[in-house]
Structure formats: structure tokens, C-alpha cells
């Protein structure tokens, strides 16, 4: 008897899941339990119990005795105890989904990078209140430049993840389009700053993160990627980084289950967090899974919207700014996305054979695609009145020139234009594609120009387009009425 009370107990216990007649696995945090557990596929895990489960037929329990034998005491004493019925119909009621909080009413640091003295420096322009301005003086981090007005980080490279964490416990900071941190460290403090931590929050591990950076996928995708991995994290109430490193196939596919019928995502949406999860559990997974079998919902075949020539030249009409006309109309007139055209340098401009040349864009690759004349002009007009020193479109404090900006100047002039269609910046590039098709460019010229690997992303705009289909006489136009 004493030796039973000196080995870990595994508590069995009978539940009905979903109708289904179940045994449920508790104890006590144990690493060769969670082994064992890890090398059986028909033990598995529970979002609603919240533990580890296996469907009950006549040779269940006896099973489970015999595989945990050299490592527990199997525990019988609570098999039928307070036997519950649970339905994953009733997703709503679950208790062991955990939702991530963001923190709210912070405010913004935006540092940048600048040169003085002939030193390359990290800044940042702030007024705080009275406290804070305490807490900064006297932290030993910062020095205060009058002349030009901004705050200076002082401290050594190899402490600014320290600086980072004093600033992000009371601001969110955000950074410069052109200051460029490779250290993951402070990566993942920066992308997980907004997040409420709790005593039982995970980071995203490390380790992930090298992975997708030395596999040179591009800063976007590490973003996305681990944003959506540190949900699945969190999402399992109780459960430690390596209990999740355990799970299986079905513990993907009920996450993604329980996530759709809670919000309601996007198709895209979930085939981007399968996409992550597969990467994490391919990096991290304590076991080797099938994961061409997790799950995935068809896509929405949704149609892109388009603005017509008139909207266009409505929008870029309203644009006094000659910067903003100008990344505007190269946007359209080129099919750039927005990430491309803040990434422009002057040189990428080839005058002489009316061409843009686009570096490294999506999927790392280059290409070119049509400079218009008239873009020339514009381009040219906001040169006359700006040098920039290295990117063509270049941001107040120097680096590229911000996204959000893009953005609100669309907004803005959208508003100004009385232009009421649904869209965005990247709109603009449908628009070139759309325009090109009705103009009667072929498709293979329009694949080249947009940079897409298939013309099956091409054919999309052929549905989007509506210049052959106007032409077409209704049946219901041949009735007299």
C-alpha cells in the first residue's frame, strides 16, 4: 500500500461526451504520463473536459491499466463519480477556452532611427505626463536632446531588450518603417506587447520563430504566423506548452471547430492559422503527426472589388499633396501591392523603357511592370519639392514612408470623391489588372505584370471584368412589355 502512495495516480473517470460513453484521464502534472499519452493516438484530448479522453468499449479500462502500469497506479476509486454529460454542440458553455485580451488606453512610442555626430541612434518623440517623465529621467535609459527635441536611447545594444520591456510595461511602442530589429527576442516582446498576460500566458517559442527566420520566410509571414500560433496557445485553459506539444490531430481540428463557431472567422482566416499550426507542430511537435489530415474549409470564391476609371481619376483628383498623388497613381498605374511601392528606391525607376522594377515582392521575387508617362510626371513633381536619400517615397524622420498613411490618404480622398465602392489600397491594384483585361491586354502579359506564380490567380479579374458582358442583349430585352 505504501508503495501505491509513492507512485503518481491516474484517476479514471466515465463521461459521456457528445452521447458518446467516454473515460476520462486526470492527474497530476507528470512528464512520463503525458509520454505515454503522447504515443497513443486513441487517447485524446478535450476542449469541453478540458483533460485527456478515450471513447469506452469493453476492453478500455483494461487497457488503459495495463499501458500506464510501469509508469502510475491506475486509480479506479472515482470511475463513477459525478458522471457528467457533455455536448460539443454546446460550445458556448465551455470552460476550458481561454480568449486573448488586448490592453487598451496605452499610449503610442514610435522609435526611429537618425544620425548625429556622424552616430547612427535609436529615438523617439514624447511628452509625458509628470510621472512618467520621473520614471524615464531617472531609469538611466534616456538622455533628453533640446536642439531637436526628441529622446535619445542611451543604453548599450546588448541591454535594449531591457529598455524595450521598461518602455512596453507602460506605452505600446511601435517602430519606424526603416528601423530594423533581426534580434527575435525582442521581435516577439514587441508582437506580444498588447496582449493581457495572465499567470498561465505562453510565449511564442523561440525556437518557432528561428525556424520561420532562418527558412527566410518574409517578416510578414513571421508576424502572422506567430500571432496566430500564441492564439492556439492560449486558447487551452490550464494547459502547459508541452501538454500542447503532445496533441494531435484531433486537438487541431477541435480548436478550429471551437474557434468557427464562436466568431464566425473567414475561410482564409482558418487555412492561414492550419498553415501556422502545421509549421509550429512540424518545429515543435513532440511526436509525429499527419497533418495533411488536419482539417480545412473550402474558401469563399469572393470576387475582388474594382474601382472604375472614372473613381480613379476622381480619388487621385482630389489629392493636393504631389507625395500622396504620386504613390497613389503609381500604385494603379503599375499594379503595385502597398508594400512594394514604400519599398521603391529611385533607381527601380527605368525612364528610358517606361518600366518599374520591383525587388523581392511577394514570395521573394522580382519583376518588372509598366511605368506610365503619366506617372513620370507626378513622380517628377514631388521630386522637384523632396530629396529623398534612399527609398523613393520616405517617411517624415527618413526610411520608408508609412503604410497607415497610405491608407488614410485613400480614405481621405475616397471621401472627398464621393467614391462609395467597398475597397482599400489594394483595390487599386485590381483596378490595373481589371482596366488592362477590358483594354484587351492578354492574360499572360497581365500574369507578368501583377508578379503571380499562376495564371489561375490571374483569371480572376476575366469574372471581375464586365466591359464584354455590357454588351451582351438580355432575352429580357427582346420581349415586348
Keep these: 500500500m505504501d508503495q501505491v502512495k509513492n507512485i503518481p495516480h491516474l484517476f479514471l473517470n466515465r463521461v459521456t461526451l457528445d452521447g458518446e460513453h467516454c473515460i476520462k484521464l486526470y492527474f497530476y502534472n507528470n512528464e512520463d504520463i503525458k509520454k505515454r499519452i503522447s504515443q497513443n493516438e486513441w487517447i485524446r484530448y478535450s476542449m469541453?473536459?478540458?483533460?485527456?479522453?478515450?471513447?469506452?468499449?469493453?476492453?478500455?479500462?483494461?487497457?488503459?491499466?495495463?499501458?500506464?502500469?510501469?509508469?502510475?497506479?491506475?486509480?479506479?476509486?472515482?470511475?463513477?463519480?459525478?458522471?457528467?454529460?457533455?455536448?460539443?454542440?454546446?460550445?458556448?458553455?465551455?470552460?476550458?477556452?481561454?480568449?486573448?485580451?488586448?490592453?487598451?488606453?496605452?499610449?503610442?512610442?514610435?522609435?526611429?532611427?537618425?544620425?548625429?555626430?556622424?552616430?547612427?541612434?535609436?529615438?523617439?518623440?514624447?511628452?509625458?505626463?509628470?510621472?512618467?517623465?520621473?520614471?524615464?529621467?531617472?531609469?538611466?535609459?534616456?538622455?533628453?536632446?533640446?536642439?531637436?527635441?526628441?529622446?535619445?536611447?542611451?543604453?548599450?545594444?546588448?541591454?535594449?531588450?531591457?529598455?524595450?520591456?521598461?518602455?512596453?510595461?507602460?506605452?505600446?511602442?511601435k517602430l519606424n518603417a526603416d528601423l530594423s530589429i533581426s534580434d527575435l527576442k525582442i521581435k516577439r516582446l514587441l508582437l506580444e506587447q498588447s496582449y493581457i498576460k495572465g499567470f498561465d500566458y505562453k510565449s511564442c517559442p523561440l525556437e518557432f520563430l528561428t525556424y520561420l527566420q532562418s527558412s527566410n520566410y518574409s517578416d510578414q509571414t513571421l508576424v502572422t504566423y506567430h500571432n496566430l500560433v500564441v492564439r492556439f496557445l492560449n486558447a487551452f485553459k490550464g494547459k502547459s506548452l508541452e501538454d500542447l506539444n503532445h496533441f494531435g490531430i484531433s486537438e487541431i481540428n477541435q480548436y478550429h471547430e471551437i474557434w468557427i463557431q464562436r466568431s464566425a472567422p473567414g475561410p482564409s482566416v482558418i487555412n492561414q492559422s492550419v498553415n501556422a499550426i502545421k509549421m509550429y507542430y512540424k518545429v515543435m511537435g513532440k511526436k509525429t503527426l499527419m497533418l495533411e489530415q488536419v482539417t480545412r474549409p473550402m474558401r469563399n470564391k469572393v470576387l475582388p472589388s474594382v474601382y472604375s476609371r472614372e473613381e480613379v481619376q476622381g480619388i487621385v483628383g482630389q489629392i493636393a499633396n504631389s507625395k500622396h498623388k504620386a504613390i497613389l497613381f503609381l500604385i494603379y498605374s503599375a499594379g503595385l501591392r502597398i508594400s512594394e511601392v514604400i519599398n521603391l528606391r529611385k533607381e527601380d525607376l527605368l525612364r528610358d523603357r517606361s518600366l518599374l522594377f520591383v525587388r523581392k515582392s511577394k514570395g521573394r521575387k522580382d519583376r518588372y511592370t509598366k511605368l506610365a508617362d503619366n506617372a513620370i510626371q507626378l513622380i517628377d513633381a514631388y521630386l522637384k519639392e523632396n530629396v529623398p536619400k534612399c527609398y523613393l517615397f520616405e517617411g517624415q524622420y527618413g526610411g520608408r514612408y508609412s503604410a497607415t498613411s497610405i491608407r488614410n490618404v485613400l480614405h481621405e480622398a475616397k471621401h472627398k470623391a464621393g467614391v462609395t465602392t467597398q475597397g482599400s489600397v489594394h483595390t487599386l491594384r485590381h483596378s490595373f489588372a481589371t482596366h488592362l483585361l477590358e483594354n484587351g491586354t492578354d492574360l499572360r502579359y497581365i500574369q507578368e505584370l501583377m508578379g503571380h506564380e499562376s495564371t489561375r490567380t490571374t483569371e480572376i479579374y476575366t469574372h471581375v471584368s464586365n466591359h464584354n458582358l455590357s454588351k451582351i442583349v438580355s432575352p429580357g430585352d427582346l420581349i415586348k412589355i
Excluded: C
Aim: proline letters at 1%; aromatic letters at 16%.
Design 48 to 173: 469541453e473536459l478540458g483533460a485527456w479522453y478515450a471513447v469506452e468499449y469493453s476492453n478500455t479500462i483494461a487497457l488503459l491499466q495495463d499501458l500506464f502500469e510501469d509508469v502510475a497506479y491506475v486509480n479506479l476509486s472515482k470511475l463513477d463519480w459525478k458522471r457528467l454529460e457533455i455536448s460539443q454542440k454546446n460550445i458556448g458553455a465551455m470552460s476550458s477556452w481561454k480568449e486573448l485580451y488586448l490592453r487598451k488606453g496605452f499610449e503610442v512610442i514610435t522609435l526611429f532611427p537618425y544620425l548625429m555626430e556622424g552616430r547612427s541612434l535609436i529615438g523617439f518623440k514624447h511628452h509625458f505626463d509628470k510621472k512618467h517623465y520621473i520614471d524615464v529621467r531617472e531609469s538611466g535609459y534616456f538622455v533628453y536632446h533640446r536642439a531637436n527635441r526628441l529622446w535619445e536611447i542611451t543604453a548599450k545594444e546588448g541591454r535594449l531588450y531591457d529598455v524595450l520591456v521598461f518602455l512596453t510595461d507602460r506605452f505600446k511602442v
